[in-house]
């Protein structure tokens, strides 16, 4: 059987009917993100900023000195990128001081460590090998753990949370071969048998998948008598009859990676293995994805905070033309990048992970908003950072030890960096779920308008709820406290930002509705528009964060990196401002459909014909496997 005959057809409403029922609709938490994308600067929410617990942060920095100490003396981070491989002893001694646990509340062996801690350990550990960072975070962020914390019953929390904190690994297995962001076309099963249900089907880049001895598991349940069906979330035993870990999947980059391709052939799940309930699978891994967002954003800052060192440390060494390079325009400018972002990405970092543990607001939009801004950005610096130290910085750790020299790894991180672009949310993926998110208060009263498929009725009181709410909401996007000189003096140095911030987060709402006015159904078509309303919110986001950071800070440091972030992010939103309306976006498409119908293959002319063996998408069948398990056991 083929591909084609095991995976759901469905046609464009479908996934997107799919993907809404999946959304968390309701806002019962206030929500910066949405407000500024509203036109609101609502500092109130993060101004003044949050404290964390004294408690809580003594257990963690606590907890972040035995990290820093063990990895110090026990993790050879070039070993594990030479050898492709995390030692069993270094899985051991992380088990062994809880690194495994550290979402994981106290009652259950865990931690219980905060936001901010949390992602402060995996920023350590991951400057060792970002390989031992991504094992962590998928573990915790979006293994077990985290749908169990927010979706599992009692008993499924005291049976398996403290195995997970005492050092055994999880893994989360959404992606098919097949289905990667269009879970509408998901084709792995879960038939309801006496007792529970047999699990049939293939998983494809499950992040830990070789080492995991719990899994995640979403899979289509048929829906009929007594099941309502839909897609579900399973705790299954990896151990379990009918699992192969078919093979240990190789990348560009993280080469400590034990990411599997996983098989499931008739896999019995206990019916009280079903996390939620079914047909909740999809809201599960969402909702999920949030605190693992949170995790992805903590490796790129690490990265930033690990290419500063480096680009300050070569800027004052290297010499050239009688200057160390640092004091060359065309250096100094990468080195104030790298500084000036790191600082900025580290700000948004902090007080998403503050917000997130008070629990007083909706993070949805800010996570989405961090993870897109700080992997972008970070693959940026990276690449920066490659520039600046020229040959050096294409020539691995390896040989420039070799040669006596110091053996920094900036290949190594730009390899692992690109990833994150693409990780929990491709960049393309990303600006689309936020800017879901960014437009759901118009969808909320006017959504049935540009709906093709609503009756007149619909549309009418569409219309009366429409008028009403923007009857009151439009009047307040065309002045603000940003007009006025003398606003948000407290900021001090930074108030000009400030009042910048505002101006521009009612501009951005005004061409929001300018837009959804003019095309009104074809605006979710409108991906380049929409991509550059999301990329404008997550620089004002950011330039929020570091204003109220560095003023609550105090400190002439930080409010000096603010004011030089500021002063970058202008210049972007500026430009993506004008991009919104002057673009080639329509041309391009049309482009990109000649290319596809082979009106421009002459270009392809020169070099050597595409003659590779084996298909695009591979195909696969249901039944046993027929190769050598290669899961790896601790």
């Not at 049935?448 to 009151?472: E, H, L, M, Q, V």
């Not at 992010?569 to 498409?589: C, I, K, Q």
């Not at 590779?612 to 398990?629: K, Q």
Request: hydrophobic fraction near 45%; proline fraction near 4%; glycine fraction near 10%.
């Amino acid at each position: 059987m083929t591909t084609d005959a095991v995976t759901t057809e469905v046609d464009e409403r479908q996934a997107r009917r799919v993907a809404e029922a999946a959304r968390e609709t309701a806002w019962r938490k206030p929500s910066f993100g949405k407000e500024l994308f509203l036109g609101r600067l609502r500092l109130d929410l993060i101004d003044p900023w949050p404290t964390p617990d004294p408690e809580s942060a003594a257990r963690g920095e606590e907890f972040l000195a035995k990290l820093r100490a063990y990895a110090e003396a026990e993790i050879d981070g070039e070993q594990i990128e030479r050898d492709a491989w995390i030692p069993d002893e270094v899985l051991r001694g992380l088990a062994g001081l809880g690194a495994f646990g550290m979402k994981i509340d106290r009652e259950y062996g865990g931690l219980g460590l905060s936001h901010v801690h949390y992602t402060r350990a995996l920023m350590l550990v991951g400057s060792v090998n970002p390989s031992i960072g991504a094992l962590l975070s998928a573990h915790q962020s979006i293994g077990v753990p985290q749908p169990l914390k927010l979706f599992g019953t009692a008993e499924q929390k005291q049976r398996y949370l403290p195995r997970l904190a005492a050092g055994e690994v999880s893994a989360f297995l959404l992606t098919e071969p097949d289905v990667g962001s269009d879970p509408a076309r998901m084709s792995c099963t879960a038939a309801p048998v006496q007792g529970g249900y047999w699990l049939d089907g293939v998983k494809l880049w499950a992040t830990n998948g070789t080492l995991a001895t719990l899994l995640v598991v979403m899979a289509r349940v048929p829906e009929s008598d007594g099941h309502r069906g839909g897609i579900t979330a399973f705790v299954v035993e990896a151990d379990s009859p009918g699992v192969t870990v078919e093979r240990r999947n190789a990348f560009l980059g993280l080469r400590g990676l034990e990411n599997s391709l996983t098989r499931f052939h008739q896999v019995f799940v206990p019916t009280e293995n079903v996390i939620g309930r079914e047909g909740q699978g999809l809201k599960i891994a969402l909702t999920t994805l949030n605190a693992g967002r949170l995790s992805l954003a903590a490796s790129c800052v690490g990265a930033g905070k690990w290419s500063l060192s480096v680009a300050r440390q070569w800027a004052v060494e290297r010499v050239q033309w009688g200057l160390p390079v640092g004091r060359h325009e065309a250096v100094a400018k990468k080195v104030a990048f790298i500084a000036a972002t790191t600082y900025g990405m580290d700000s948004m970092l902090e007080l998403s992970c503050l917000l997130a543990d008070d629990n007083q607001n909706d993070i949805r939009i800010e996570a989405g908003l961090i993870k897109l801004f700080a992997s972008e950005l970070a693959w940026l610096m990276a690449d920066e950072l490659i520039q600046l130290r020229g040959g050096r910085g294409y020539e691995t750790a390896e040989s420039l030890r070799a040669r006596g020299e110091k053996g920094i790894p900036a290949e190594q991180i730009l390899r692992d960096l690109r990833i994150n672009r693409i990780f929990e949310g491709s960049t393309e993926i990303m600006h689309l779920m936020v800017a879901r998110e960014a437009v759901d208060a118009h969808l909320s009263v006017a959504g049935d308008i540009i709906d093709p498929s609503a009756t007149f009725g619909r549309k009418a009181r569409a219309g009366a709820r429409a008028g009403a709410f923007y009857g009151r909401w439009l009047p307040t996007l065309v002045v603000g406290r940003g007009q006025l000189p003398a606003s948000y003096a407290s900021f001090g140095p930074l108030a000009a930002h400030v009042r910048y911030i505002e101006r521009a987060a009612r501009k951005l709402s005004r061409e929001t509705f300018y837009a959804m006015a003019r095309w009104r159904g074809k605006m979710e078509r409108k991906q380049g528009f929409l991509g550059r309303v999301v990329d404008i919110g997550a620089e004002l986001f950011a330039m929020s964060a570091t204003c109220v950071r560095a003023r609550t800070a105090g400190v002439p440091a930080e409010l000096e990196l603010a004011d030089l972030f500021c002063r970058q992010a202008r210049v972007r939103v500026e430009a993506l401002f004008t991009a919104l309306w002057h673009n080639t976006d329509a041309l391009d498409v049309r482009a990109a459909r000649r290319v596809l119908e082979g009106r421009y293959e002459f270009l392809e002319e020169g070099v050597m014909p595409l003659d590779t063996p084996g298909d695009w998408v591979a195909a696969w069948e249901p039944g046993p496997s027929t190769v050598e398990d290669v899961r790896r056991r601790l």
